[in-house]
């Protein structure tokens, strides 16, 4: 075999593995879901060697999606660290063996101060499920390591059912953008669910027109405009819009008799708005699906604010 046919072999091995867990999703599975919905604690995840590498990424997408939790690696619980857990907290305990020694040393000092433990292994007759209070099955027919001896398609399948867990949770929570927002403020992901069409809208030099007005004199106004649009108000209010690919397709309809026409020939009378609090992710959603380069930013009273155009948004989203 050559290094590339390794490679996909290795991947179809894991593939099979994450797959070969949809059956054993059980009712232990909505146990745990259910555990950590009622915690009013904390979930603390714990492991030793790779399972504990899996179980600090566990414990990261929980709190990132509205389950507060952290990773505590068992060795160091006998130095100090079993001060941080209370009875209000739920454990997660992870070992692909369910016996590895360093873990089960752990065990009975949860169990003495009552804390629930949420147990993930591949061995449901280990002591890790025999003392858990629900056990969650990830067992995989096999690594996707030639030996059948390095952690992969093991660790894989927990991985996968840690996520599995997380978006349970996201949905039994309501979880939503704003909320995922809130706990990443500072990455990219915070800025594009945070940032509003106030915080990016085009403000100055309005290509605003009548809806009376002339072709010929609205075709100057919306080039001085340098947005590729006119706006039409009438009462200070919004009555419809017209685009640069608006007058050209007129021109090539009307000819001669372009400049007998006005806008409101031509115009959109129900433009794509949104409010200021509007965010960017849903501004981009609204620009997709519609096939459009621009919004109007509105007030509730339907008068203009701003602008927002393709070129803004992905700016802030990519700045």
């Not at 209070?133 to 096999?142: A, F, R």
């Not at 949905?171 to 945070?194: C, I, S, T, V, W």
């Amino acid at each position: 075999m050559t290094t590339r046919e390794y490679a996909i072999q290795c991947i179809k091995d894991e593939a099979d593995a994450l797959l070969e867990l949809i059956p054993q999703i059980d009712e232990q599975f909505d146990k745990a879901v259910e555990m950590i919905l009622n915690c009013k604690g904390k979930v603390i995840v714990t492991g030793v060697g790779k399972s504990g590498h899996i179980g600090a990424k566990i414990a990261a997408t929980f709190s990132s999606t509205g389950t507060p939790s952290f990773f505590i690696n068992p060795l160091d619980v006998f130095h100090g660290d079993l001060g941080v857990m209370t009875k209000d907290d739920v454990v997660l305990a992870i070992s692909n063996s369910g016996q590895t020694d360093e873990l089960l040393r752990f065990i009975p000092m949860v169990l003495h101060m009552q804390i629930p433990i949420i147990g993930i292994s591949g061995n449901p007759q280990s002591l890790l499920a025999k003392y858990s209070t629900c056990h969650i099955n990830v067992s995989v027919k096999k690594e996707a390591c030639p030996l059948n001896l390095a952690p992969t398609s093991s660790t894989t399948a927990t991985l996968a059912m840690g996520d599995a867990l997380a978006v349970a949770l996201i949905e039994k929570r309501n979880f939503q953008p704003q909320d995922f927002a809130q706990f990443h403020p500072g990455g990219e992901l915070g800025k594009r669910l945070l940032t509003t069409a106030q915080d990016v809208m085009l403000t100055e030099n309005m290509p605003v027109i009548p809806p009376e007005m002339h072709l010929g004199e609205a075709i100057i106004l919306v080039s001085k405009g340098k947005l590729g649009l006119g706006v039409a108000e009438k009462d200070g209010r919004i009555v419809g819009l017209i685009t640069d690919g608006d007058i050209r397709r007129a021109m090539e309809k009307w000819q001669a008799e372009f400049f007998d026409h006005t806008v409101s020939d031509i115009m959109t009378t129900k433009p794509k708005t949104v409010t200021p609090q509007t965010t960017i992710t849903e501004i981009q959603r609204i620009m997709n699906k519609y096939k459009i380069h621009t919004v109007l930013v509105v007030s509730d009273d339907n008068r203009l604010l701003g602008v927002v155009d393709h070129y803004s948004a992905a700016l802030m989203n990519n700045g």
